[in-house]
């Protein structure tokens, strides 16, 4: 846990969140800003900045990431969905504890701008 990040706010119960799953490793909720019908955010209890503060202690729980984002897509009807990561500011990340996101709901452009 970090004392000042949002997300370890929102794990602690802190700052509220549309919890859409949680259990002891592992939380996701609905983005506050979606950009699609369907768009919400996986991330793991533990703190780490980034996909690139990721360590080999992370394998398991970066997989089930990806296993409950599949898990959720399908029980918010989506079988076409983006996942995203970014790393570092210039890549678009905004909040410094690794999340991936699930867009669906709409066609999405590629590459993204
Ligand atoms: P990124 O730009 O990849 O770091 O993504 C951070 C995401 O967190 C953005 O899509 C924000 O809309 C979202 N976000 C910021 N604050 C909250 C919050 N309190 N609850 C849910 N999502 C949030």
């Not at 990040?5 to 979606?34: H, M, N, Q, T, W």
């Not at 900045?49 to 897509?73: L, W």
Request: with cysteine; hydrophobic share 40%; proline share 6%.
């Amino acid at each position: 846990m970090a004392e000042d990040c949002l997300f370890c706010k929102i794990i602690r119960g802190d700052i509220p969140a549309d919890k859409l799953y949680e259990d002891d490793e592992v939380l996701a909720f609905r983005d506050i800003a979606p950009v699609a019908p369907v768009h919400f955010l996986v991330i793991p209890k533990k703190h780490i900045s980034g996909p690139s503060g990721v360590t080999e202690e992370d394998d398991k729980v970066i997989g089930k990431m990806m296993r409950i984002g599949n898990h959720i897509a399908k029980e918010e009807g989506l079988e076409q969905f983006r996942l995203v990561l970014n790393n570092g500011a210039e890549a678009g990340q905004t909040v410094f504890h690794i999340h991936m996101h699930v867009i669906g709901g709409r066609s999405l452009n590629w590459p993204p701008g």
